[in-house]
């Protein structure tokens, strides 16, 4: 069992940046594929960026490339994603996800442990 706490989320002006943080208890999250989905407001949630067992393995969603990164820090059992050039269309509540898998997939029905989720709100 993994319990996941999401940090980070907050209000910003477009072009601003964030820093969401995922903090896991339970396991370590080195066995776990990890991955961000956010649901915006009326919408799906929908696939972001995800992390494999080995941290050169990322794979991203084209509307975030070459802005967001995620990253992990094995020492602190913590994943992160680093928001940069964020846009209006990034509002939405973050959630962090895991899966009991190295093979990364982007649909949400695939990760089997999920954090409460995180407000971003960018304002235009």
């Known amino acids: 069992q993994v319990q996941l706490v999401e940090s980070g989320g907050g209000l910003v002006q477009a072009g601003g940046s964030l820093r969401l943080s995922c903090a896991a208890s339970?396991?370590?999250?080195?066995?776990?594929?990890m991955g961000w989905f956010r649901q915006g407001p009326g919408k799906e949630r929908e696939f972001v960026a995800a992390?494999?067992?080995?941290?050169?393995?990322?794979f991203y969603v084209d509307s975030v490339k070459g802005r967001f990164t995620i990253s992990r820090d094995i020492a602190k059992n913590t994943v992160f994603l680093q928001m940069n050039s964020l846009e209006p269309e990034d509002t939405a509540v973050y959630y962090c996800?895991?899966?009991?898998?190295?093979?990364?997939?982007?649909?949400?029905?695939?990760?089997?442990?999920w954090g409460q989720g995180t407000q971003v709100t960018v304002s235009s």
């Open positions: 996800a895991a899966r009991r898998s190295r093979v990364i997939l982007t649909t949400a029905s695939s990760y089997d442990y």
């Open positions: 339970g396991r370590t999250l080195s066995s776990y594929t």
């Open positions: 992390i494999g067992l080995s941290d050169s393995s990322t």
